[in-house]
């Protein structure tokens, strides 16, 4: 079982492109919730998504962010048009079921320059 | 408006002390709490958790202590090794809800 995959490990992208960042959950999960860690802060709450549906992105900023996580292929995390403060780290992780017991991926550290 | 306060935010033991990390909550409906280890460049990982009818749970050399009338609990790592060298998160949920509510992290350092 290869875990929670994400890729890339590090982004850099210029302030204004777009950032995609992908996860692919662990054999058997079809929950997956995204997190975002700034530098010296703890984690924080962004979407969560089953297959072809977001159940809850309350954590999302309100413009610029988008999940998606279709019937076949990774979960991706969009930013559009990126500035400096989107720099962090970006954490997927996947569960069996909604209760908890998370697994999370390594993570994507995306840099905007 | 942070719902986990966690301290202190770097700790420096030497091998074989008892680091402990405590963390407070505010939120009541919270009714599980799960502690996280990082290890620079990873994700964390889940070390130990506990739910709030039980005042401590171990699990090897790590302990969760928890008070629910004070709203607090704290991770005891006994005979601390360098290894154990990493970022600690504690977090809550509860009410059914699936989102973890993550303190700001303790960077812990057991020197030699």
């Known amino acids: 079982n290869a875990g929670v995959m994400q890729n890339p490990r590090h982004l850099v992208r210029r302030r204004g492109q777009e950032a995609r960042l992908r996860c692919s959950p662990m054999k058997g999960h079809s929950h997956v919730y995204w997190y975002r860690q700034l530098p010296e802060e703890g984690l924080k709450f962004m979407v969560y998504l089953q297959k072809e549906n977001i159940i809850d992105e309350s954590g999302m900023p309100k413009e610029r962010f988008s999940a998606e996580f279709p019937k076949e292929g990774p979960s991706i995390l969009r930013i559009q048009q990126v500035v400096r403060g989107d720099s962090a780290a970006y954490f997927c992780a996947s569960s069996p079921d909604p209760k908890g017991g998370y697994t999370f991926g390594s993570g994507t550290r995306l840099t905007v320059v | 408006q942070q719902q986990v306060k966690q301290s202190p935010q770097s700790l420096i033991v030497q091998k074989g002390g008892i680091p402990i990390i405590n963390c407070a909550y505010e939120?009541?409906?919270?009714?599980?709490f799960p502690w996280y280890q990082q290890f620079p460049g990873k994700g964390p990982a889940l070390l130990i958790a506990i739910r709030p009818d039980v005042s401590e749970k171990k699990e090897g050399r790590f302990t969760i202590s928890f008070n629910k009338s004070a709203k607090q609990f704290s991770l005891h790592i006994m005979d601390s090794q360098p290894g154990d060298s990493a970022t600690y998160f504690c977090a809550a949920t509860g009410a059914g809800s699936y989102q973890l509510t993550f303190g700001k992290g303790t960077k812990l350092s057991v020197i030699p």
């Open positions: 939120n009541t409906a919270f009714d599980y």
